[in-house]
Nanobody, 122 residues
């Protein structure tokens, strides 16, 4: 399985971005895909996940602002990020967990994409 995350960029506070995570090499519709982020000097943290059954889960810090969704026919998961804040600045990673259940722990995921930089200016 290969994952590719893209869609990051520079945006002003209050703006929006949509990240995409494209998977290849395996049908992933039954599995959980998560988004994590890592800011300089900080540990990688959970952002959102979508389970194989379509259930969605969010970190409290992004709840109400971010929306995760998936297009199984395209083997792609999206992260729509609205009302962005400077503290959302980080490298964002997508990851795949080869079970239908979600996890908030990075070690619970089996495959990782390369990351895409999101920078929110104040």
């Amino acid at each position: 399985v290969q994952l590719q995350a893209y869609g990051g960029g520079l945006v002003q506070a209050g703006g929006s971005l949509r990240l995409s995570c494209a998977a290849s090499g395996r049908i992933f519709s039954s599995y959980t895909v998560g988004w994590f982020r890592q800011a300089p000097g900080k540990e990688r943290e959970f952002v959102a996940a979508i389970s194989g059954s379509g259930g969605t889960y969010y970190a409290d810090s992004v709840k109400g602002r971010f929306t995760i969704s998936r297009a199984n026919a395209k083997n792609t998961v999206y992260l729509q990020m609205n009302s962005l804040k400077p503290e959302d600045t980080a490298v964002y990673y997508c990851a795949l967990r080869v079970t239908p259940l979600y996890s908030v722990k990075p070690e619970g995921y089996d495959y990782w994409g390369q990351g895409t930089q999101v920078t929110v200016s104040s």
